[in-house]
Protein backbone atom coordinates (compact mmCIF):
# COMPACT_ATOMS: atom_id res chain seq x y z
CA UNK A 1 0.00 0.00 0.00
CA UNK A 2 1.61 3.32 -0.71
CA UNK A 3 0.70 6.44 0.98
CA UNK A 4 1.58 10.21 -0.46
CA UNK A 5 0.53 13.36 1.23
CA UNK A 6 -0.69 15.20 -1.45
CA UNK A 7 -4.55 15.48 -2.51
CA UNK A 8 -5.53 12.79 -4.88
CA UNK A 9 -7.33 14.60 -7.57
CA UNK A 10 -11.45 14.93 -7.16
CA UNK A 11 -13.69 12.43 -8.86
CA UNK A 12 -17.46 13.14 -9.42
CA UNK A 13 -19.41 11.64 -6.45
CA UNK A 14 -22.85 10.21 -7.14
CA UNK A 15 -25.48 8.74 -4.86
CA UNK A 16 -25.10 6.62 -2.04
CA UNK A 17 -25.29 2.71 -1.45
CA UNK A 18 -24.95 1.09 2.08
CA UNK A 19 -21.39 0.30 3.12
CA UNK A 20 -21.55 -3.21 3.29
CA UNK A 21 -23.38 -3.86 0.18
CA UNK A 22 -22.78 -1.92 -3.10
CA UNK A 23 -25.69 -0.25 -4.14
CA UNK A 24 -26.43 2.14 -7.25
CA UNK A 25 -24.02 4.66 -8.25
CA UNK A 26 -22.31 5.97 -11.07
CA UNK A 27 -18.80 6.03 -12.59
CA UNK A 28 -16.81 7.90 -15.32
CA UNK A 29 -17.32 5.56 -18.13
CA UNK A 30 -14.17 6.39 -20.43
CA UNK A 31 -14.32 5.05 -23.78
CA UNK A 32 -11.35 3.73 -25.69
CA UNK A 33 -8.89 1.26 -25.69
CA UNK A 34 -8.64 -1.63 -23.46
CA UNK A 35 -5.81 0.31 -21.03
CA UNK A 36 -7.91 3.68 -20.69
CA UNK A 37 -9.17 3.60 -17.17
CA UNK A 38 -12.61 4.09 -15.94
CA UNK A 39 -13.38 4.88 -12.19
CA UNK A 40 -15.60 3.60 -10.20
CA UNK A 41 -16.52 5.79 -7.18
CA UNK A 42 -17.13 4.32 -3.61
CA UNK A 43 -20.41 6.85 -3.08
CA UNK A 44 -20.36 6.87 0.98
CA UNK A 45 -17.79 7.62 2.96
CA UNK A 46 -16.47 4.97 6.09
CA UNK A 47 -16.23 6.51 9.10
CA UNK A 48 -14.37 5.05 12.18
CA UNK A 49 -12.71 5.81 14.92
CA UNK A 50 -15.95 6.58 17.15
CA UNK A 51 -15.81 5.75 20.87
CA UNK A 52 -18.63 3.22 21.70
CA UNK A 53 -19.82 2.88 25.59
CA UNK A 54 -17.54 -0.38 26.40
CA UNK A 55 -14.47 1.82 25.63
CA UNK A 56 -14.23 0.41 22.15
CA UNK A 57 -13.59 2.34 18.74
CA UNK A 58 -15.71 1.28 16.08
CA UNK A 59 -14.42 0.20 12.31
CA UNK A 60 -16.18 0.16 9.58
CA UNK A 61 -16.48 -2.00 6.44
CA UNK A 62 -17.21 -1.77 3.33
CA UNK A 63 -17.88 -3.91 -0.12
CA UNK A 64 -17.87 -2.71 -3.84
CA UNK A 65 -19.10 -5.50 -6.35
CA UNK A 66 -17.56 -5.05 -9.44
CA UNK A 67 -20.08 -4.64 -12.97
CA UNK A 68 -18.99 -7.70 -14.28
CA UNK A 69 -21.27 -8.13 -17.55
CA UNK A 70 -22.79 -11.91 -17.86
CA UNK A 71 -21.07 -14.98 -19.56
CA UNK A 72 -21.85 -15.16 -23.29
CA UNK A 73 -22.12 -18.42 -25.11
CA UNK A 74 -19.05 -17.97 -27.29
CA UNK A 75 -17.19 -16.96 -23.77
CA UNK A 76 -18.86 -19.93 -22.26
CA UNK A 77 -17.54 -22.16 -24.83
CA UNK A 78 -14.30 -21.04 -24.52
CA UNK A 79 -13.31 -21.85 -20.82
CA UNK A 80 -14.89 -24.71 -20.92
CA UNK A 81 -12.23 -25.83 -24.12
CA UNK A 82 -9.62 -24.25 -22.16
CA UNK A 83 -10.76 -26.44 -18.75
CA UNK A 84 -10.32 -29.43 -21.06
CA UNK A 85 -7.03 -28.21 -22.63
CA UNK A 86 -5.70 -27.58 -19.19
CA UNK A 87 -7.76 -29.94 -17.29
CA UNK A 88 -8.44 -27.52 -14.20
CA UNK A 89 -11.82 -25.58 -13.10
CA UNK A 90 -11.53 -22.26 -15.11
CA UNK A 91 -13.45 -19.20 -13.76
CA UNK A 92 -15.21 -16.54 -15.97
CA UNK A 93 -13.51 -13.81 -14.85
CA UNK A 94 -9.50 -14.21 -14.65
CA UNK A 95 -6.20 -13.08 -13.69
CA UNK A 96 -5.30 -10.23 -16.60
CA UNK A 97 -8.77 -9.69 -17.19
CA UNK A 98 -9.37 -6.39 -14.88
CA UNK A 99 -6.26 -4.62 -13.85
CA UNK A 100 -7.44 -2.58 -10.41
CA UNK A 101 -6.35 0.25 -8.75
CA UNK A 102 -7.75 1.26 -5.29
CA UNK A 103 -7.36 4.66 -4.57
CA UNK A 104 -8.07 6.63 -1.33
CA UNK A 105 -8.05 9.50 1.15
CA UNK A 106 -8.04 9.21 4.91
CA UNK A 107 -9.48 12.54 6.99
CA UNK A 108 -8.60 12.74 10.71
CA UNK A 109 -11.65 14.73 11.67
CA UNK A 110 -10.38 15.01 15.21
CA UNK A 111 -8.96 18.52 15.24
CA UNK A 112 -6.67 18.39 18.55
CA UNK A 113 -5.56 14.42 18.25
CA UNK A 114 -3.05 12.87 16.22
CA UNK A 115 -4.93 9.64 14.79
CA UNK A 116 -3.22 6.07 13.43
CA UNK A 117 -5.32 4.85 11.03
CA UNK A 118 -5.55 1.08 9.02
CA UNK A 119 -7.11 -0.03 5.80
CA UNK A 120 -7.20 -3.93 5.23
CA UNK A 121 -8.04 -5.28 1.91
CA UNK A 122 -9.97 -8.15 1.56
CA UNK A 123 -12.69 -9.48 -0.94
CA UNK A 124 -13.83 -12.25 -3.03
CA UNK A 125 -14.15 -14.16 -6.31
CA UNK A 126 -16.52 -15.54 -7.78
CA UNK A 127 -15.76 -18.50 -6.23
CA UNK A 128 -14.81 -17.50 -2.58
CA UNK A 129 -15.08 -15.04 -0.42
CA UNK A 130 -12.26 -14.21 2.11
CA UNK A 131 -12.60 -12.70 5.71
CA UNK A 132 -9.81 -13.39 8.06
CA UNK A 133 -11.71 -13.42 11.00
CA UNK A 134 -13.62 -15.96 10.10
CA UNK A 135 -10.42 -18.19 9.75
CA UNK A 136 -8.87 -19.25 13.28
CA UNK A 137 -5.62 -21.20 12.29
CA UNK A 138 -5.01 -21.76 15.88
CA UNK A 139 -8.18 -22.39 18.06
CA UNK A 140 -6.08 -23.63 20.91
CA UNK A 141 -3.88 -20.86 20.94
CA UNK A 142 -5.30 -17.49 22.46
CA UNK A 143 -1.97 -15.64 21.90
CA UNK A 144 -1.94 -16.55 18.13
CA UNK A 145 -1.48 -13.47 15.54
CA UNK A 146 -5.21 -12.68 13.98
CA UNK A 147 -5.17 -14.17 10.20
CA UNK A 148 -3.97 -11.91 8.08
CA UNK A 149 -6.16 -9.61 5.27
CA UNK A 150 -5.14 -9.80 1.64
CA UNK A 151 -3.12 -6.55 1.97
CA UNK A 152 -2.68 -3.49 3.69
CA UNK A 153 -3.87 -2.81 8.02
CA UNK A 154 -0.49 -1.11 8.20
CA UNK A 155 -1.11 2.02 10.53
CA UNK A 156 -0.36 5.47 8.67
CA UNK A 157 -0.27 8.46 11.05
CA UNK A 158 -2.65 11.11 10.59
CA UNK A 159 -1.79 15.26 11.95
CA UNK A 160 -5.26 16.52 13.65
CA UNK A 161 -7.20 17.98 10.81
CA UNK A 162 -5.27 16.24 8.23
CA UNK A 163 -5.53 14.26 4.98
CA UNK A 164 -3.49 11.98 3.36
CA UNK A 165 -3.94 9.76 0.38
CA UNK A 166 -2.73 6.62 -1.32
CA UNK A 167 -3.52 3.69 -3.04
CA UNK A 168 -3.68 -0.60 -3.22
CA UNK A 169 -1.49 -0.33 -6.59
CA UNK A 170 -2.29 -2.76 -9.84
CA UNK A 171 0.33 -5.16 -8.79
CA UNK A 172 -0.83 -5.31 -5.13
CA UNK A 173 -4.50 -6.07 -5.76
CA UNK A 174 -3.09 -8.76 -8.61
CA UNK A 175 -1.28 -10.34 -5.72
CA UNK A 176 -4.59 -9.62 -3.31
CA UNK A 177 -6.23 -12.06 -6.32
CA UNK A 178 -3.81 -14.96 -6.76
CA UNK A 179 -3.38 -14.78 -2.24
CA UNK A 180 -6.95 -15.47 -2.61
CA UNK A 181 -6.94 -18.22 -5.12
CA UNK A 182 -4.14 -19.70 -3.11
CA UNK A 183 -5.88 -20.09 0.09
CA UNK A 184 -9.26 -21.00 -1.26
CA UNK A 185 -8.93 -23.25 -3.74
CA UNK A 186 -5.01 -24.06 -2.92
CA UNK A 187 -5.65 -24.08 0.95
CA UNK A 188 -2.12 -22.43 1.33
CA UNK A 189 -1.95 -21.12 4.90
CA UNK A 190 -3.10 -17.46 4.66
CA UNK A 191 0.45 -16.50 6.66
CA UNK A 192 2.45 -18.03 3.72
CA UNK A 193 -0.05 -16.80 1.16
CA UNK A 194 0.54 -13.03 2.07
CA UNK A 195 4.46 -13.41 2.73
CA UNK A 196 4.83 -14.77 -0.67
CA UNK A 197 5.13 -12.67 -3.64
CA UNK A 198 2.87 -14.88 -6.46
CA UNK A 199 2.25 -11.61 -9.03
CA UNK A 200 4.11 -13.69 -11.34
CA UNK A 201 3.69 -16.86 -10.53
CA UNK A 202 3.31 -19.36 -13.41
CA UNK A 203 0.78 -22.08 -11.21
CA UNK A 204 0.12 -22.77 -7.95
CA UNK A 205 -0.12 -26.62 -6.13
CA UNK A 206 -3.20 -27.40 -4.12
CA UNK A 207 -2.95 -28.66 -1.07
CA UNK A 208 -5.21 -30.91 1.27
CA UNK A 209 -7.47 -28.97 3.50
CA UNK A 210 -6.21 -27.66 6.88
CA UNK A 211 -7.41 -29.00 10.12
CA UNK A 212 -6.86 -25.98 12.17
CA UNK A 213 -6.12 -26.99 15.97
CA UNK A 214 -4.03 -30.27 14.77
CA UNK A 215 -0.34 -30.04 15.25
CA UNK A 216 0.49 -33.03 13.77
CA UNK A 217 -1.27 -32.90 10.79
CA UNK A 218 0.81 -32.25 7.35
CA UNK A 219 -0.81 -30.85 4.40
CA UNK A 220 -0.15 -32.93 1.60
CA UNK A 221 0.06 -31.83 -2.51
CA UNK A 222 -3.39 -33.04 -4.09
CA UNK A 223 -4.56 -32.78 -7.56
CA UNK A 224 -2.80 -31.13 -10.84
CA UNK A 225 -1.25 -27.83 -10.05
CA UNK A 226 -3.35 -25.02 -11.00
CA UNK A 227 -1.91 -22.75 -14.27
CA UNK A 228 -1.92 -19.02 -14.25
CA UNK A 229 -4.54 -19.12 -17.27
CA UNK A 230 -7.10 -20.73 -14.56
CA UNK A 231 -6.12 -18.47 -11.49
CA UNK A 232 -9.43 -16.59 -10.77
CA UNK A 233 -9.76 -12.78 -10.03
CA UNK A 234 -11.41 -10.31 -7.55
CA UNK A 235 -14.85 -9.61 -8.25
CA UNK A 236 -15.18 -7.75 -5.23
CA UNK A 237 -13.78 -5.31 -3.66
CA UNK A 238 -13.96 -5.28 0.28
CA UNK A 239 -12.22 -2.93 2.92
CA UNK A 240 -11.92 -2.74 6.66
CA UNK A 241 -11.23 0.84 7.83
CA UNK A 242 -9.84 1.30 11.80
CA UNK A 243 -8.47 4.76 13.58
CA UNK A 244 -7.65 5.77 16.99
CA UNK A 245 -9.47 8.86 16.52
CA UNK A 246 -12.52 9.82 14.20
CA UNK A 247 -11.60 8.99 10.86
CA UNK A 248 -12.92 9.33 7.66
CA UNK A 249 -12.13 7.12 4.50
CA UNK A 250 -13.28 7.85 0.62
CA UNK A 251 -12.06 5.36 -1.93
CA UNK A 252 -12.28 5.19 -6.11
CA UNK A 253 -11.89 1.83 -7.66
CA UNK A 254 -10.00 2.61 -10.71
CA UNK A 255 -10.26 -0.63 -13.56
CA UNK A 256 -8.52 -1.15 -16.93
CA UNK A 257 -10.79 -3.60 -18.68
CA UNK A 258 -8.32 -5.44 -20.23
CA UNK A 259 -10.62 -8.16 -21.69
CA UNK A 260 -14.07 -5.92 -22.09
CA UNK A 261 -15.99 -7.44 -19.57
CA UNK A 262 -17.40 -4.26 -17.28
CA UNK A 263 -20.64 -3.42 -18.12
CA UNK A 264 -20.65 0.13 -19.90
CA UNK A 265 -22.94 1.58 -17.90
CA UNK A 266 -20.75 0.66 -14.60
CA UNK A 267 -23.11 0.55 -11.49
CA UNK A 268 -25.60 2.49 -12.71
CA UNK A 269 -26.56 -1.38 -14.42
CA UNK A 270 -27.16 -2.39 -11.13
CA UNK A 271 -30.79 -0.99 -11.45
CA UNK A 272 -30.92 0.00 -15.17
CA UNK A 273 -29.78 -3.20 -16.82
CA UNK A 274 -29.78 -5.77 -13.79
CA UNK A 275 -30.62 -8.42 -15.82
CA UNK A 276 -26.93 -8.23 -18.01
CA UNK A 277 -24.56 -8.31 -14.85
CA UNK A 278 -23.14 -11.52 -13.98
CA UNK A 279 -24.16 -13.24 -10.32
CA UNK A 280 -21.75 -14.81 -8.42
CA UNK A 281 -22.46 -16.56 -5.21
CA UNK A 282 -19.17 -17.15 -4.10
CA UNK A 283 -18.91 -19.41 -0.91
CA UNK A 284 -17.33 -18.52 2.73
CA UNK A 285 -13.97 -19.84 3.15
CA UNK A 286 -13.68 -20.93 6.73
CA UNK A 287 -11.31 -23.74 7.13
CA UNK A 288 -13.35 -26.42 9.74
CA UNK A 289 -11.08 -26.81 13.27
CA UNK A 290 -9.40 -31.10 13.46
CA UNK A 291 -12.22 -32.95 15.07
CA UNK A 292 -11.25 -33.29 18.87
CA UNK A 293 -9.48 -36.30 19.90
CA UNK A 294 -11.45 -39.18 21.27
CA UNK A 295 -11.39 -39.18 25.00
CA UNK A 296 -9.20 -42.04 26.43
CA UNK A 297 -10.89 -45.14 28.38
Not at 273 to 296: D, R, T, W
Request: aromatic fraction near 6%.
Amino acid sequence: MRVRSSLLSSFSSFSSFSSLTVGVGLGLALVGCANDPVYIPAPEAMEAGVMDEMGMRSEAKASLLLPIKTETAADAAKRAALAAQLMVDVPYVRIGDLEIEIEWTIENLDQEKVGLAQIELDGANELFSYDPTLIILNPDDDEAPPTPGLDGNVPIEVAPGAKLTGLFTEDQVREASIDLDQITRGNVNPFRASLTISKNAKTFQPLTPPMPGDEDYVQEPIGAPIPREAFAALTRIDLVFKATTFMKLEYNVRVRDIRGILHDLLLTAVTDKPGELAVFEPMVYAPAPAAPAPAAR
